[in-house]
C-alpha cells in the first residue's frame, strides 16, 4: 500500500530472496530486489553484505530506512550507520522467549542505532520501556495492518472442507501458526481437544515445521489423532477461515498475532491465550474469549462453549470484523506509517 500511495519512493531489500511473498513483491513494479544473504553475523560475508547495502543506501539516495525483524535491524540498523542514512527506523514485534542473550545485546545495539522503532503493539511498547531501556520518546505504536477484502466468505464450506480432509459436518476450530517454535504451544490446542471428548468437533493446524511429527505423536498418544488435521503451510488462509467455525491462538508468548487479525476479518470468534497484544485486538466476552496460558481446560471450555452456541459466536464473528475494519485495517496502518515518515523527515530540516 505504501507504494501504491506514490507519496514515497520506495525500493526493497531483503536478507533472502527467496521467500513466498517474492511474486507479490515484484508486481509492484518496483525494480529490482536487492538482496544481501548472510550466514552469521559473526563473519567476513556478513561485512561484505554490510558493505554491500551501504553503497546501495548511497547509490539511491536512500531518506529512511525502515528494518522489520530482528536480523534486519541488525543488519539494515549497521548498513544504514555507515551510509549516513537521515532516518532509520526499527520495529520490534515480539515481547520475549524467542531470543537468546547474546542477540538481545546485538538487537540492543541496533536498536540504539535508530530514530524511532515501532512497536505493533502497547505489550511490545511496554517491553521496550520496561526490559530493553528504550525511551518511550522514540517508540511509536503501529499495529499490523491486514487487508480485510481479502477475508470474504467463499461460500463453499463444504467442499473447502473435503479438500483439506475433514469430513462436511462436524464443527471445525482452526489454529494458524508456525509449527517451528514452542513459543506457538499447539500441545495446549491438543490438550483442549482430548478434553473435548466430541466426534461432531475437528481441528484444522494450519503450518509448517519440524515439530510437525513430535505434535502428530502427541495427538495420537491423546487419542484425538483421527480428528485432528495438519495442513502444513496453507496458501490460502481466507478459504480456510471461511470454512471454520472458531479460531483460536495458543501461544506463550506473542507481539501482535496477525492470526488473530485475520481470525476476526474473517468474521470468526477467537478463543486465545492472554499474552502480548491478545487482549488489544480482543474484546473479552464480545469478539472471543482470553484464558490463561496453557490453561487447555480452560481454552476446552470456551471453545465448547462457542461451538454450543451459535447465536453467540455470530455475533461475536460480526463485531470482531467490524473492529478489525476500524483499528487495524492495512490503510489505518499507512496513514500512521507515513505520518511517522514525515514527522521524521520534517525534523531532521529543524
Known amino acids: 500500500m505504501l507504494v501504491r500511495d506514490g507519496r514515497f519512493d520506495v525500493r526493497v531489500a531483503v536478507l533472502d530472496g527467496t521467500g513466498v511473498l517474492r ?17 552469521s553475523f559473526y563473519d567476513v560475508n556478513f561485512v561484505r553484505q554490510v558493505r554491500a547495502c551501504t553503497a546501495f543506501l548511497k547509490e539511491n539516495n536512500i531518506s529512511i530506512v525502515h528494518t522489520h525483524d530482528f536480523y534486519s535491524n541488525v543488519f539494515g540498523m549497521a548498513a544504514a550507520s555507515f551510509a549516513r542514512t537521515p532516518k532509520r527506523v526499527a520495529s520490534k514485534r515480539e515481547t520475549g522467549g524467542m531470543r537468546s542473550g547474546t542477540q538481545k545485546f546485538i538487537e540492543g545495539i541496533a536498536l540504539g542505532r535508530a530514530d524511532a522503532i515501532v512497536a505493533n503493539s502497547g505489550a511490545v511498547r511496554k517491553h521496550l520501556t520496561d526490559e530493553c531501556g528504550v525511551s518511550e520518546l522514540k517508540i511509536e505504536l503501529i499495529y499490523n495492518g491486514i487487508d480485510t477484502e481479502r477475508f470474504v466468505d467463499s461460500g463453499d464450506a463444504s467442499a473447502v472442507r473435503l479438500s483439506i480432509g475433514v469430513p462436511p459436518d462436524p464443527k471445525l476450530v482452526t489454529l494458524v501458526a ?3 517454535h514452542d513459543v506457538k504451544n499447539v500441545p495446549m490446542l491438543l490438550r483442549a481437544a482430548a478434553a473435548i471428548q466430541r466426534d461432531d468437533v475437528h481441528f484444522a493446524i494450519a503450518g509448517e515445521g519440524e515439530l510437525e511429527a513430535e505434535l502428530r505423536r502427541l495427538a495420537n498418544d491423546l487419542g484425538v489423532g483421527g480428528r485432528v488435521h495438519f495442513l502444513g503451510r496453507c496458501d490460502d488462509v481466507p478459504k480456510l477461515l471461511s470454512a471454520s467455525d472458531v479460531c483460536v491462538l495458543t501461544s506463550t508468548n506473542e507481539g501482535f498475532s496477525n492470526s488473530i487479525l485475520e481470525y476476526m476479518a ?12 491478545a487482549g488489544e485486538a480482543i474484546v473479552d466476552g464480545q469478539t472471543g474469549f482470553l484464558v490463561a496460558s496453557d490453561d487447555y481446560k480452560a481454552l476446552a471450555e470456551k471453545l465448547t462453549v462457542l461451538l454450543n452456541d451459535q447465536e453467540m459466536a455470530r455475533s461475536f464473528g460480526k463485531r470482531g470484523r467490524a473492529k478489525v475494519e476500524k ?3 492495512s490503510a489505518v496502518q499507512l496513514d500512521r506509517t507515513i505520518a511517522m515518515y514525515e514527522r521524521l523527515l520534517a525534523a531532521k530540516v529543524k
Not at 511474486?23 to 550466514?39: C, H, T, Y
Not at 474473517?266 to 497484544?277: E, F, L, N, R, S
Open 178 to 180: 508456525n509449527l517451528r
Open 23 to 39: 511474486e507479490s513483491v515484484e508486481s509492484l513494479g518496483i525494480g529490482e530486489i536487492a538482496e544481501f544473504p548472510l550466514g
Open 327 to 329: 483499528e487495524f485495517s
Open 266 to 277: 474473517a468474521g470468526k470468534p477467537v478463543a486465545a491465550t492472554d499474552v502480548g497484544g
